[in-house]
């Protein structure tokens, strides 16, 4: 059974950076594309980065150039790094992956920007 542990998080002034990871079992991590989504008040879950088993990135135009989607295959690790963030950046983030059809979600972890 595919398992996903997040961490990191919290509370950051706009303009600064946190730092997301998720860590995974359960599964051969290295095959897999892997997915960072959000999901603001009120708002429909969006996806965020997506990083492919051969490491080629993809990002919702919002955090272009801000944020950085990595993965250590080593240690089963999924990272999302967030620079320059926003009030608008606000929201639970939660890592995914798809496995033989089904999809596996992270517990989620709230982002706050906020003065």
């Known amino acids: 059974q595919v398992h996903l542990v997040q961490s990191g998080g919290g509370l950051v002034q706009p303009g600064g950076s946190l730092r997301l990871s998720c860590t995974a079992s359960g599964m051969n991590f290295r095959l897999y594309p892997l997915d960072w989504y959000r999901q603001a008040p009120g708002k429909e879950r969006e996806l965020v980065a997506r990083?492919?088993?051969?490491?080629?990135?993809n990002y919702t135009d919002s955090v272009k150039d801000r944020f950085t989607v990595s993965r250590d295959n080593v240690w089963n690790k999924l990272y999302l790094q967030m620079n320059s963030l926003k009030p608008e950046d606000t929201a639970v983030y939660y890592c995914?992956?798809?496995?033989?059809?089904?999809?596996?979600w992270g517990q989620g972890t709230q982002v706050t920007v906020s003065s």
């Open positions: 990083i492919t088993s051969s490491g080629i990135t």
């Open positions: 995914h992956v798809k496995s033989r059809d089904r999809d596996f």
